[in-house]
T-cell receptor
């Protein structure tokens, strides 16, 4: 089965600092989603990567998927307190199709704290 | 972006009773929705895939008679926790896909069984 490992498990940074969160898969990824979650709330979709070497940006957040499609990184530039939360990567396993398409396996999450 | 809603957001029930949670796609149709469960400080675990007009597909270890799923329309899936027990207390989240490249989650429902 697909397993996702996120690192670090938690991260505390000062406002304005850059940071990176990694997500490593035990198998080739068909697609990789990044979400942000406030504790006790739903998930906010950030972006989805599908092609090897793909990179997407939204505001101050950039996500990349490596060429082998087994590792993704999420980079936040000039972090702000509003970036605080739990970041989750979710993967579509390779070969998933039909009505099973969309079944995501999640990493354990990275808790980000940004001190003002 | 696409919106997925859940109702109720919080529910407290007594042990032995049943609780129904609704998941709606507000501005798109979803033939498939997914139900996840999240324990405190843990990641999400997929419970089942809800298929419009047919039976749900359950993940290994999830009791289908315990967690009844009905997907009666293209915008509504319901999860009923039957004969709830304290160990069923959890955060339940649904998701749906308006496009192949996107998957949106509802705000979640916190269930507490006393």
């Amino acid at each position: 089965s697909q397993e996702l490992e996120q690192s670090p498990q938690s991260l505390i940074v000062q406002e304005g600092k850059n940071l990176t969160i990694n997500c490593t898969s035990s198998k080739t990824l068909y697609g990789l989603y990044w979400y942000k979650q406030k504790y006790g709330e739903g998930l906010i979709f950030l972006m989805m990567l599908q092609k090897g070497g793909e990179e997407k940006s939204h505001e101050k957040i950039t996500a990349k998927l490596d060429e082998k499609k087994q590792q993704s990184s999420l980079h936040i530039t000039a972090s702000q307190p509003s970036h605080a939360g739990i970041y989750l990567c979710g993967a579509l396993p390779g070969g998933a199709g039909g009505t099973s398409y969309g079944k995501l396996t999640f990493g354990q999450g990275t808790i980000l704290t940004v001190h003002p | 972006g696409a919106v997925v809603s859940q109702h109720p957001s919080r529910v407290i029930c007594k042990s032995g009773t049943s609780v129904k949670i609704e998941c709606r796609s507000l501005d798109f149709q979803a033939t498939t929705m997914f139900w996840y469960r999240q324990f405190p400080k843990k990641s999400l675990m997929l419970m089942a895939t809800s298929n419009e007009g047919s039976k749900a597909t359950y993940e290994q270890g999830v009791e289908k008679d315990k967690f009844l799923i009905n997907h009666a329309s293209l915008t509504l899936s319901t999860l009923t926790v039957t004969s709830a027990h304290p160990e069923d207390s959890s955060f339940y989240i649904c998701s749906a896909r308006p496009l192949v490249s996107e998957q949106y989650f509802g705000p979640g429902t916190r269930l507490t069984v006393t």
